[in-house]
Nanobody, 126 residues
Framework: VQLQASRGGLVQAGGSLRLSCPAP????????MAWFRQAPGKEREFVAA????????SYADSVKGRFTISRDNAKNTVYLQMNSLDPEDTAVYYC????????????????????WGQGTLVTVSS
């Protein structure tokens, strides 16, 4: 299964951008889908996750109130709506998925996700 994140892009600070990530070939309707990001010179970090069975969500503190993760199980797609973007949000964004039901406190753990997208660059200019 190859996850394919939509193209990112260049956006001005304060702007918005929505990423999508379809997962053809496998259903994750009961599993957990997530977004991570990696800024230049930094470790890949958790951004947000959503569990399919209950749509339970989890967010990194740095994006709470600005980013929203959602999913469309009929399309097997996860989305990340990013508002009030800041230059600190500049990174390569990766979608990830697992067929497992991940408990809330474990959602930020990269090791739990079996499938990854190729990454898409989001650049926020000041």
């Amino acid at each position: 299964v190859q996850l394919q994140a939509s193209r990112g892009g260049l956006v001005q600070a304060g702007g918005s951008l929505r990423l999508s990530c379809p997962a053809p070939g496998r259903t994750f309707s009961r599993g957990t889908m997530a977004w991570f990001r990696q800024a230049p010179g930094k470790e890949r970090e958790f951004v947000a996750a959503i569990r399919g069975s209950t749509c339970t969500t989890s967010y990194a503190d740095s994006v709470k109130g600005r980013f929203t993760i959602s999913r469309d199980n009929a399309k097997n797609t996860v989305y990340l709506q990013m508002n009030s973007l800041d230059p600190e949000d500049t990174a390569v964004y990766y979608c990830a998925a697992t067929t497992s039901i991940v408990i809330l406190t474990a959602m930020p753990s990269r090791a739990l996700y079996d499938y990854w997208g190729q990454g898409t660059l989001v650049t926020v200019s000041s």
